[in-house]
Structure formats: structure tokens, C-alpha cells
């Protein structure tokens, strides 16, 4: 499926193809989420669909998804830790930060999808993980929609250049992981030896 054909999809179909396709993304969607919002605001700005209601849908579907995740965290029995693996270190980190992780996860590629499963696995309240989800998913979603509602003049242009280019935001997105990764053992680190001292 390319990206014509996901546009003929949403014309045939209509405002249930764009939640599916969003609530069903997780589960590898040929396209970044990013890419499929930005659709969104370039057909609500086309006319195709009415914003509103676009927009509405769009949010839907992301926070379905968020749920499904977290439902499916709730549902996964803990496993003992192991020392090497990235996986405990993304989950001492929700550990540490709790809901606040999925506010600032969202706008990475990947971690999305990860953190709510981490937090549904840390059971963490549902109210406290729907709080965070919706405003953060809200904000994400204003930005992206309001970018492909408001370029719509130069959105394939825009839309080639990210999906020829997703390596830069994925790489970028790993850097800025681990960076915040480092510091956080780091400042672990220190207030260990604090507290041995």
C-alpha cells in the first residue's frame, strides 16, 4: 500500500478508514502515525472531510490505540529483570518517571507505542495513563494536523521528504534517547554515592 492508495482508501471509506488506520497503526501501518496526521490535516484542508469531525476522529483513533497498548501492558505478567537489556532500562525509567513518561515519549517514533505497553505493565492507574495520553496526545496531534492543514500547498513535497528521509528522525530520536538516558544514570549514579556516603 502506498501513499495514493491510502488516500483512496479515506475517500472511499471515509472517516472510519482514518481511525482504523490509527487505531490499528501500532501494528505496522506502512506509514509513520506522523505522516497519516498530516494526511489528515491536508484533507480536511481539501476539503475532502470537514475539520472538525477530522480532527475529532484522528484523536480517537490515536487514543485507542494508546489504550489497546496499555490494555495489552495490563494484561503481560512481569518477567524478573535482566541487567543488559534495554527493555528494563525503558522500564526503570517509566518506573522512575511514571505517567510523565508517556507526555514526553510521544514525540519519538517507537517509544510512543512502547510506553503505554510499559505503563499498562507497571500498572500504573488508568486514570492518571488516560490524563497524560489525551493531553499528550492532543498536543502532538494540534501540531502535526495544524502543519498538514495549514501547508497543504507543498504537502507532497513535505510528505516525500519524511518518508525518504525517516532515518534522520529515527536516528535523531535514538540520540536524543540516550542521551537522556545517560544523564538520568548519571544524576542515579550520583545520588548513589550521596546516599553511600
Not at 501492558?73 to 510523565?100: C, M, W, Y
Not at 529515527?170 to 542515579?188: E, P, Q
Amino acid at each position: 500500500m502506498d501513499f495514493y492508495d491510502l488516500l483512496a482508501t479515506l475517500k472511499d471509506a471515509g472517516y472510519w478508514a482514518l481511525f482504523f488506520v490509527l487505531w490499528l497503526g501500532f501494528f505496522g501501518a506502512p506509514f509513520p502515525n506522523e505522516v497519516i496526521v498530516l494526511t489528515s490535516g491536508w484533507i480536511s484542508n481539501q476539503f475532502m472531510f470537514k475539520p472538525i469531525p477530522t480532527f475529532l476522529v484522528t484523536h480517537l483513533g490515536i487514543l485507542c490505540s494508546l489504550n489497546t497498548l496499555y490494555v495489552f501492558g495490563r494484561l503481560k505478567k512481569k518477567r524478573k529483570k535482566q541487567k543488559t537489556t534495554i527493555l528494563n532500562e525503558a522500564i526503570s525509567l517509566v518506573e522512575k518517571h511514571g505517567a510523565l513518561a508517556l507526555f514526553t515519549s510521544y514525540w519519538f517514533p517507537g517509544l510512543r507505542h512502547m510506553v503505554p505497553f510499559l505503563l499498562g505493565l507497571q500498572k500504573v492507574p488508568y486514570r492518571l495513563f488516560f490524563l497524560y495520553s489525551w493531553f499528550a496526545s492532543l498536543i502532538w496531534l494540534s501540531v502535526y494536523f495544524s502543519i498538514g492543514f495549514v501547508f497543504s500547498a507543498s504537502f507532497f513535497d513535505m510528505k516525500e521528504w519524511m518518508i525518504e528521509h525517516a532515518w534522520i528522525s529515527a536516528s535523531g530520536s535514538v540520540l536524543i534517547l540516550l542521551i537522556f538516558t545517560s544523564i538520568l544514570y548519571k544524576r542515579r549514579k550520583s545520588t548513589v554515592k550521596e546516599n553511600t556516603l
